[in-house]
């Protein structure tokens, strides 16, 4: 019996340890799970904090964009070129100054640290820190986000670009052209290039660049003689202008000798239609310093809210259901209104003084307003000491006095031989001339001699003089400096140079002489210079009209 009970004893104590053992392992494989589940747990709560985190500080960095873009006045004439808000630091406060800790002292800001992310119950999950990083180009971000949560870790991170898309912001902006074709030949534009082009023809060639067209991110005007004396010094070179093309109807033909951008300094974008199939040519795939389409990115048109191409019987962006045609009228220092058979000059308020009123109604006898030899006097002096109107002085070169904007409707007007302008509103130094048709007549600009700005005023753009005009513009002068809106067409002689902008339905280039069509083969060059901080008011309601705010994530990483 105590054998038996021995050997019980120990089967006894053998069953104990196996059913501890497993229980032991149950137990830990138990605890193992949970830990298991709760680091699960706890590395999707940092995930989510770290998104949560990034996606916060997105949304705000974009709303931030938008107000400080508003807010704010944009560059001053002595940094417009490449362009952002953001350049010198974020104005989180909102009081017009970047303030300590609101700029990327040490490369980078810090827009949150450990901050909490809760949940719908309202109980923290998990914290987040998050920092900005500017890069070379200043349309250009990286967000980082980190997460933690009960000790777990996590990253994610996007880069965004950023930009203002205004048509006014470009080298060149477009609408549909001429039979779909608006651009070919040698012309060499520098800086950004939009063309709108005809949703009807998507397979038209809107830029048939066959000969030495070139498109360029940068520009030196000291090599131009003679018109880097009117260049503020700070614009006279660029070396960046964050210039891309694209087409959001159409096909680009390239061949030849074109080229667009370079290896040393390519384009940020080239986006045209549906992409590659509409870029057409020996040279899309060669980037060398003599010809092919050298650009960072290489795709479709890119963006969602492209901006339309602005027209005076648009929205006016001063108040209620004006036009811009209305706006133009209600601001406008004078507003001569060609009718028949009397001529109606409005716009000599009570009080103003006219300085030579019978000079300025002889020169709107006819249907053309000719500035060449006789003296043309429209200004006035109000009590205050204030100038509105125009007046010109003959000369080699000859002067044009604009102040406020002025409005000339039903007339053509005719700029004969070079000019220096002065172009005032009050203390600021810009002023805009609207030249639009009344009763399907007038509204063309030919601009026969030089327009530069008068440098003891003030150099471009520290000086501007804005035109706005409804039909078509014919720049004759080798040289130009303004922001122009032309309705219809844009045409500029060979070899000649216009300094500023240019919005326009057709862009198109010719020979010399009393030209009415366009001619391949012809070797102008528009030179973008930026505006943005002396922009005059008759073309701020294009920003308005057709300026969009491009927020677009370049890439997104998770860790």
Not at 189 to 210: C, H, K, L, T
Not at 270 to 287: A, E, L, P
Not at 327 to 349: F, N
Not at 364 to 376: D, E, I, R
């Amino acid at each position: 019996m105590r054998s038996q009970n021995g050997i019980a004893l120990v089967v006894a104590l053998g069953l104990l340890l196996v059913m501890s053992v497993l229980a032991v392992g149950v137990f830990f494989t138990t605890q193992l799970e949970l830990w298991t589940t709760r680091n699960d747990t706890t590395s999707v709560q940092a995930f989510y904090a770290a998104e949560a985190g990034l996606q916060k500080y997105k949304a705000a960095l974009f709303n931030q964009y938008i107000w400080q873009e508003q807010a704010l006045s944009g560059p001053t004439p002595a940094s417009t070129v490449c362009f952002s808000s953001f350049a010198k630091g974020i104005d989180w406060n909102r009081n017009g100054r970047i303030d300590p800790g609101e700029d990327f002292a040490g490369g980078r800001m810090t827009l949150a640290r450990d901050e909490p992310v809760y949940d719908a119950d309202g109980n923290p999950v998990g914290y987040a820190t998050v920092e900005l990083y500017p890069s070379n180009n200043p349309k250009t971000y990286t967000l980082v986000s980190y997460g933690t949560a009960g000790g777990a870790k996590a990253r994610v991170q996007a880069t965004f670009f950023i930009e203002t898309s205004s048509p006014l912001n470009l080298a060149i902006f477009a609408g549909s052209g001429a039979a779909n074709k608006w651009l070919n030949g040698g012309a060499t534009i520098r800086g950004g290039i939009y063309v709108e082009g005809d949703p009807n023809n998507p397979d038209g060639q809107v830029i048939s660049a066959n000969g030495n067209f070139a498109l360029y991110n940068e520009y030196d005007l000291t090599q131009y003689p003679g018109l880097a004396d009117f260049i503020s010094p700070a614009n006279q070179k660029a070396g960046d202008l964050c210039a891309t093309l694209r087409v959001r109807w159409g096909q680009v033909s390239v061949g030849g000798s074109t080229q667009i951008g370079t290896p040393q300094n390519k384009l940020k974008g080239v986006y045209v239609g549906r992409g590659r199939s509409d870029i057409q040519g020996q040279n899309v795939d060669v980037c060398q310093s003599n010809k092919g389409v050298c650009t960072e990115a290489l795709g479709p048109f890119d963006l969602s809210d492209p901006p339309p191409f602005p027209t005076l019987d648009g929205p006016g962006g001063c108040g209620g259901s004006l036009s811009w045609r209305d706006c133009l009228r209600r601001e406008a220092s004078l507003r001569v209104t060609r009718g028949a058979p009397i001529i109606d000059i409005i716009g000599w308020p009570l009080g103003a003084i006219p300085s030579n009123p019978q000079s300025c109604i002889q020169a709107f006898a006819g249907k053309t307003l000719t500035l060449g030899n006789s003296a043309v006097d429209c200004s006035y002096t109000l009590p205050t000491g204030e100038r509105g109107g125009f007046k010109y002085t003959p000369g080699s070169p000859g002067t044009l006095e604009v102040y406020g904007t002025v409005v000339l409707e039903g007339y053509d007007v005719v700029l004969r031989g070079d000019l220096r302008y002065r172009a005032q509103t009050g203390s600021t130094k810009n002023a805009g001339l609207a030249v639009l048709a009344q009763g399907g007549q007038g509204g063309s600009l030919e601009i026969g001699g030089t327009l530069l700005p008068d440098p003891s005023l003030g150099r471009f753009p520290e000086q501007v003089l804005g035109l706005v005009v409804e039909k078509d513009v014919y720049q004759k002068g080798s040289r130009v400096t303004a922001p122009i809106y032309a309705g219809g067409t844009f045409r500029i002689v060979h070899k000649n140079t216009l300094v500023g902008s240019v919005i326009t339905n057709q862009f198109c280039t010719t020979s010399a002489g009393g030209q009415t069509n366009c001619n391949a083969g012809q070797s102008a060059e528009i030179v973008f210079v930026n505006t943005t901080g002396n922009r005059p008011q008759a073309l701020k309601a294009i920003d308005q009209l057709a300026g969009r705010f491009t927020f677009q994530v370049l890439s997104y990483e998770r860790r």
